[in-house]
């Protein structure tokens, strides 16, 4: 399966999604970046990185002003956690395309657009949520 939801941080309930804290996506990625780190910053300024989770799940992750692409994330806690907490410290929102969906903790919810906000799923932020919420399926027994 391939997807590949997004990152984004809304405030105070505006429609548009507000520029990310590069100084906490480069904090949370840089330590899992399995990448060349000379290939990080691409030329029109966006940041890239292939994390791997120490249970050895993966993703690409593509950062621009505004949004955050996790290319085809592999199943496992491990990548999952390190979506769920790059989400948390940013106070964001986790966009699903395949659903439609909007997965948040409550403090990103109560920046959310009204609209926005009655239709967004509340989850906790951990690992085993966000990869429940995203492909349907818990690592927990």
Wanted: charged share 20%.
């Amino acid at each position: 399966m391939s997807y590949s939801p997004t990152i984004y941080k809304f405030v105070e309930g505006s429609d548009e999604p507000v520029p990310l804290d590069m100084h906490v996506v480069q904090a949370v990625l840089s330590p899992y970046d399995v990448g060349d780190p000379d290939l990080t910053v691409m030329d029109d300024g966006r940041l890239q990185y292939w994390v791997r989770a120490a249970d050895g799940s993966e993703a690409e992750i593509f950062v621009d002003r505004t949004g955050i692409l996790v290319e085809r994330p592999h199943s496992g806690p491990g990548v999952f956690a390190i979506v769920a907490e790059l989400t948390a410290r940013l106070a964001a929102v986790i966009f699903d395309p395949s659903q439609g969906t909007f997965f948040c903790g409550s403090e990103a919810h109560a920046h959310l657009p009204t609209d926005m906000r009655q239709e967004a799923v509340l989850i906790d932020m951990t690992g085993e949520a966000i990869e429940a919420a995203l492909i349907g399926r818990s690592t927990q027994n």
